[in-house]
Each structure stands twice: as C-alpha cells, then as structure tokens.
C-alpha cells in the first residue's frame, strides 16, 4: 500500500467531511465522523475515481466506509 494513496484518501475524507486532517488515519471509520454521512460518502468516492483515474462499482460504495476499505479496494 503506498504512502501516496493513503495520503490521497485521508486528504479526500478530510475535505468532504470538513475534519482536520490530522483527526484522519489508516483506520478512520465512517462511524467515526458524524459528517461522514451517504451524501459525503457518494461525493469521496467520486473524487477517488477522478483523482486515481480507476472506476468504482455503484454496488461497492456502501462497503468502502473505511480507509482501509478504500485503500485495499484500490490495490
């Protein structure tokens, strides 16, 4: 897993969620972060795919909570 992409998706929850970045880490959850609702979900998973240029099934956005679902889902 490359430091890149974890930086990539933590830099992504962050702005969507409006939480400091350094409040985010490898094993930040959903659950978490009361922003990070379904509209903030659908809008990182949107930039994920524009920014790694790799397309993301509709029937995964709702497993991918997690960084670490994000990022081994990126692999």
Do not use: C, G, P, R
């Not at 430091?3 to 659950?31: R, T």
Request: glycine share 0%; net charge positive; hydrophobic share 35%.
């Amino acid at each position: 897993m490359s430091k890149d992409n974890l930086e990539l998706i933590v830099s992504i929850v962050s702005k969507h969620i409006k939480e400091d970045i350094k409040e985010i880490n490898i094993n930040s959850k959903a659950e978490d972060f009361y922003k990070w609702d379904s509209l903030s979900q659908i809008n990182i998973i949107l930039e994920i795919e524009k920014k790694t240029n790799k397309k993301i099934d509709a029937s995964k956005i709702s497993e991918l909570t997690s960084i670490k679902s994000i990022l081994k889902h990126l692999k």
